[in-house]
């Protein structure tokens, strides 16, 4: 807690509760780890880059070989900064958030606002306005209350991966899979059959999902982390093979499919499925 604390569901969300202050998600970790017996901390990962490595480079001549080795290091090289990135911004929106918090409890105090959470739903320049009078206290929390509606309403809003042009946007239904199948990103190779758990927020995660269960998430980042050590398979609505959720899904060895559209909305809590993370199938009974 006191090196990563400062950890949410979604980092660059400032609005989003740290695990200092709700530590659920950890503490849900350490339950589904009592009694179960520490996996190995390298799952033959090591072995398997190795020998994909060296069939790439089978028949290669010295020249194509240097080039792979460069941009192989470099890969790895970016990727981590790409992390250490991820987890920088992270920490710098828990500082935010605990402004933006103490702000909140102080117009509380002052009756200006009904929750400290409302803060979130200000600008800056109103909260300021709100601290010395210029923003009535019935106009503030009539803003408050147009913006939670207004959030309500995007919420049910699926904008596509690329916007060009114009775009109107739309409430979508999703519409049933054909032939039983979802397509997405073989992401983490290896496939798992068992219970789908669909998954908004790291903290929401049941105690008890164990080893037979696969997570339906829209994405992951490091406030995902603990979940990833006690599940059978992951599916994820975004990202790509160089996301957070497919790196980390094969340092731990876990099957993943990546980019599943609507995933969430598709497969239900409770389903039976089956994944297969290196042809990036999910196989739905």
Avoid at 29 to 53: N, T
């Amino acid at each position: 807690m006191q090196e990563y604390g400062f950890l949410n569901s979604n980092g660059t969300d400032f609005s989003r509760t740290p695990w200092i202050e709700q530590p659920t998600i950890i503490w849900r970790a350490v339950a589904r780890g009592i009694g179960s017996l520490p996996k190995s901390a390298d799952w033959g990962a090591a072995e398997r880059r190795d020998r994909a490595q060296e069939r790439l480079l089978r028949g290669q001549g010295p020249l194509v070989r240097a080039m792979v080795d460069r941009t192989l290091a470099s890969t790895r090289r970016y990727l981590a900064l790409k992390e250490r990135c991820s987890l920088l911004m992270s920490e710098d929106s828990y500082h935010m958030h605990r402004i933006a918090t103490q702000l909140g409890q102080h117009l509380v105090a002052l009756g200006a606002l009904e929750e400290a959470e409302d803060v979130f739903c200000l600008a800056l320049e109103e909260i300021q306005q709100l601290f010395e009078s210029e923003l009535s206290t019935d106009e503030a929390r009539h803003l408050v209350a147009e913006r939670r509606a207004v959030l309500e309403a995007d919420a049910s809003i699926e904008p596509p991966e690329i916007i060009y042009g114009e775009w109107q946007p739309a409430s979508h239904r999703p519409s049933a899979p054909k032939y039983g199948e979802l397509h997405g990103i073989g992401a983490s190779p290896g496939s798992a059959l068992g219970c789908a758990r669909v998954v908004m927020d790291p903290s929401a995660v049941p105690v008890d999902v164990r080893s037979t269960d696969i997570l339906i998430v829209p994405f992951t980042d490091v406030g995902w982390m603990p979940l990833f050590s006690g599940i059978g398979g992951i599916v994820t609505e975004h990202g790509g093979q160089l996301s957070h959720s497919a790196i980390v899904a094969r340092e731990f060895g876990v099957p993943a499919v990546i980019g599943v559209e609507r995933a969430t909305r598709l497969i239900r809590d409770g389903q039976a499925i089956r994944i297969d993370g290196a042809l990036g199938v999910v196989h739905l009974t």
